[in-house]
């Protein structure tokens, strides 16, 4: 910047001369610079604003799994199984085989 005002300092006499030349560059080129600024600035920002759209898209998928976790099936079969219980306390020394006629079913 202070390239700028000591080069407009050094040829103040042709700035003198054509004012309004000096001023339809200026607006011409700021203008311009501020243009093509803009542009770049406006698609920074929609890439930025489509990744923060994505990301709350993977968010919510990832929560959405999180809720709800898949079950998986039991390896115990539930149905069908019953238990054996004696009605007193073992306090024979026979095989097992030979106790049934004690065992009741519940």
Request: glycine share 8%.
């Amino acid at each position: 910047m202070h390239d700028l005002i000591a080069f407009i300092g050094n040829n103040t006499e042709l700035v003198i001369a054509q004012p309004t030349a000096f001023a339809t560059f200026a607006v011409l080129f700021g203008g311009g610079g501020f243009a093509v600024g803009r542009y770049f600035l406006a698609e920074r920002i929609a890439n930025l604003e489509s990744r923060i759209a994505r990301r709350d898209d993977e968010i919510i998928e990832l929560r959405a799994k999180q809720a709800w976790p898949e079950r998986e099936a039991s390896m115990i079969p539930i149905i069908g199984t019953s238990e054996f219980l004696p009605s007193e306390p073992v306090k024979s020394r026979q095989p097992v085989g030979q106790r049934r006629e004690s065992l009741h079913v519940r």
